[in-house]
């Protein structure tokens, strides 16, 4: 396993079509326990919400995950709450979330936070990264980061 910052290790998935990311948010979803933060980070299109959506399904989460316009968090119900964050079109967003990314009910589900470069420092590094490269019908190459030991179970996961 190559070793990145310190603490942290990496693993790259090659995700050939959007099933296959579906596979991927499955098998993360699976391990994910509560107080957990995932960060999906890409450009527009490159799949994020389609992974949120597959790491949704793996928690039990029924209710169609969108992107909503005007919500900054969405609450789904699953094993474990989920909450979704996608400040994307939220001009503000990143100032209101700096002041208080994780709520204490957070810390009972999962939080699943699109465009988190917008948060900058504000972002503990007791988080996992999901990058994803690639856009339109191209492959995507998916790469997890375990900010702490404890997130490496992702990446055990992702196979
Ligand atoms: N390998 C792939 N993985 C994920 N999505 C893919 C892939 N190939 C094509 N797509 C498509 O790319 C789009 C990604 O949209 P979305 O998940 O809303 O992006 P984002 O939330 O990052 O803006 C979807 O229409 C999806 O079907
Ligand atoms: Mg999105």
Redesign the pocket.
Known sequence: MPATTSGSRARRIL????????KLGLALGRVARAGDLVC?Q????????????AFGAALGVTETIT?PTFVLMAEYQGRLPLFHL?P?RLADAADALAGGLIEDRQAEGVTLL?WPERLGDALPSSRLDVR?E???????Q?TLVAGTPDYGRYLDAAG
């Open positions: 995700c050939p079509d959007p099933a296959a990311t579906t999906l890409g450009d527009l299109g490159a799949g994020k919400t389609h992974l949120a959506k992107s996608d994307y699109e994803i690639g856009a339109g019908d191209d492959p995507r998916i």
